[in-house]
């Protein structure tokens, strides 16, 4: 009887039932095994309503939709060119950097390959860049900046592992913190084999000019005190990380609507409503894992996967290398966020009994995730891209890999040296 | 007739999300500046701002359902033709629309529970009234569900 509902729930799942559902199944099949009423599901759902820091996921998902509808991509490609234009592959460089704060401010959810992609392809192309190199830039920056605040995937983790309360405490400051190193290894070595691979000039530089820059800092004149409402606030201590959210969408709102007037007043609804809905979907999911989860525990199903795991790998570095492959093949085949809210709870309690700390294994799991987009075949960047910019997903397998390697070596690196994660803890 | 009537849930399901959402966004962002600028915001406002994303969570959830934009894997339905894609949406949606009506009947027994018991949220507000729109979530779910079943998009 039971084993029926679970084989009914493996192949609701994977015949593309709502990952809602088949987990709301999960955690009330398994509460009526364990014998316990089912009306503990509604009361596990309403603890939505005892985690202060979700309010942030709402208040930025927001306003990254409001910054995705107005011509924000447009100055921040201008205002990033101006200061990095003029350098060796500069274009390329303000592909990268460009990418990775828009992808921090409206979370990876293919925004940035349909906002940005569709300036910076043909600028790069015009620019001199071959069409793989351009294509390939596009689709694979479309997640670089999942690691940089307020990433909406980055924070979730951070909700999701305090609920948890396993290994080292910390705070989602440190979370924050622990992003920027692994972040800037990723930008130095995809412009340093940028730099590698347009060798002996084939791209002509865009010589700089204060013109410019004064042109693109003008335009951008209501935006670029942004980075202080979020960061200041959360970083001078003043504001936590919800209240910097609220100030953020206020921010935001006033900007677009009433100073750039790029949004009016009687589309701002249906902005909203398009960027509930995702934050609906995602905090469904997290509300009913939640649920889920805590049956997992009850049931000690986590020290079982730890037994079983230390059964046959028998150092951190181990585990670090097999959870990279299955993170690499998860990735690929989960959305961020649903990998978020079901894997992580149960990986975190066997990481903590390798000594891993929460934060390290944090942002190797986002590191993961990020390549997982453009992983073939079947990474949702891909298919994004296939459609945006209107090529066969063939074209963009070959032109993603060589970025995918790239990014390999770093997610290499940020996995076996904690110190680039815990370097300000 | 049920067009009509699902017509009419659209304009009051998106203009409750609107609602929902701007308040959140007033309330939390009042009580930033209240707390800073002059010591203190409402009492009852970070507990308001917590009930609203509960209930964004719920009718966004319901709008997802509309739109059936809900997060899945869809490896399968991808590979499928039209015809066998159409069969399996019909299963997997008698398949959810199965799991909200148990979940729509067990949180309609957990909000009854505390309709008699009395408990309140915050500020006098009683906690059966923030936690309805689980159950009324889940029944408008399911139901969405049940019309995929019979009419597979």
């Known amino acids: 009887m039971i084993w029926a509902g679970v084989a009914i729930l493996v192949l609701a799942l994977f015949a593309g039932a709502p990952l809602f559902a088949v987990l709301l199944g999960a955690a009330m099949l398994g509460f009526f095994a364990s014998d316990i009423d089912l009306a503990i599901v509604a009361i596990e759902v309403y603890r939505i309503v005892d985690t202060p820091l979700l309010v942030a996921l709402p208040l930025f998902t927001y306003s990254g939709y409001v910054l995705a509808e107005a011509r924000t991509s447009e100055r921040l490609v201008n205002l990033v060119q101006s200061v990095f234009g003029g350098l060796p592959s500069g274009l390329a460089m303000v592909g990268f950097v460009a990418c990775a704060v828009f992808t921090a401010l409206t979370g990876a959810s293919g925004v940035t390959i349909v906002a940005l992609g569709a300036l910076l392809l043909p600028a790069l192309q015009r620019a001199g860049y071959d069409e793989r190199f351009s294509l390939g830039l596009v689709t694979t920056s479309g997640s670089l900046g999942l690691l940089l605040v307020p990433s909406v995937p980055l924070i979730l983790y951070g909700i999701v592992a305090q609920q948890l309360d396993v290994g080292e405490p910390f705070t989602i400051f440190e979370l924050f913190q622990a992003g920027v190193l692994p972040m800037l290894l990723m930008l130095t070595l995809l412009i340093a084999w940028t730099l590698w691979r347009h060798r002996g000039g084939a791209v002509p530089r865009v010589p700089f000019s204060w013109r410019r820059l004064g042109a693109a800092l003008v335009a951008a004149r209501w935006e670029l005190p942004l980075p202080l409402v979020v960061l200041g606030g959360i970083y001078s201590g003043i504001v936590a990380v919800s209240e910097a959210a609220a100030l953020t969408a206020v921010y935001v709102t006033v900007a677009e609507v009433a100073l750039y007037r790029e949004i009016r007043l009687r589309d701002l609804p249906r902005v909203m409503v398009e960027s509930m809905v995702m934050v609906g979907g995602i905090l469904l999911v997290l509300g009913v894992a939640l649920a889920f989860t805590n049956f997992l525990v009850d049931a000690e199903v986590p020290q079982f996967l730890f037994e079983l795991i230390q059964a046959h790998v028998h150092s951190a570095v181990g585990f670090l290398l097999l959870l990279n492959v299955l993170l690499l093949v998860l990735g690929a085949m989960l959305d961020i966020f649903s990998a978020l809210v079901i894997v992580v709870p149960l990986i975190l309690p066997v990481a903590a009994g390798y000594g891993i700390h929460p934060v390290h294994l944090g942002i190797v799991f986002l590191a993961n995730m990020q390549i997982g987009y453009f992983t073939p075949p079947v990474g949702m960047n891909l298919f994004i891209a296939s459609y945006r910019f209107k090529r066969p997903l063939h074209d963009l397998y070959t032109a993603s890999w060589p970025f995918m390697l790239v990014l390999l070596v770093a997610l290499a690196l940020i996995t076996y040296v904690p110190w680039l994660s815990l370097a300000f803890m | ?153």
């Open chain 2, 1 to 153: 007739m049920i067009d009509r009537f699902s017509s009419t849930l659209k304009a009051v399901e998106d203009g409750l999300l609107a609602v929902l959402l701007g308040s959140m966004i007033l309330v939390a962002a009042y009580q930033v500046m209240a707390r800073n600028l002059f010591g203190g915001g409402l009492l009852w406002g970070d507990g308001l701002v917590r009930v609203l994303v509960l209930w964004v969570t719920l009718v966004g959830g319901m709008v997802a359902s509309r739109r059936d934009e809900h997060i899945r894997m869809d490896l399968l339905t991808r590979l499928l033709d039209d015809r066998w894609r159409r069969r399996v949406v019909r299963l997997t949606s008698v398949f959810t629309a199965a799991v909200c009506g148990l979940f729509a009947w067990h949180s309609a027994r957990f909000v009854w529970l505390d309709y008699q018991d009395g408990p309140t949220a915050f500020a006098s507000v009683p906690a059966w009234a923030c936690e309805i729109v689980i159950p009324i979530g889940a029944t408008v779910m399911g139901l969405r569900y049940l019309l995929y079943a019979a009419r597979p998009r």
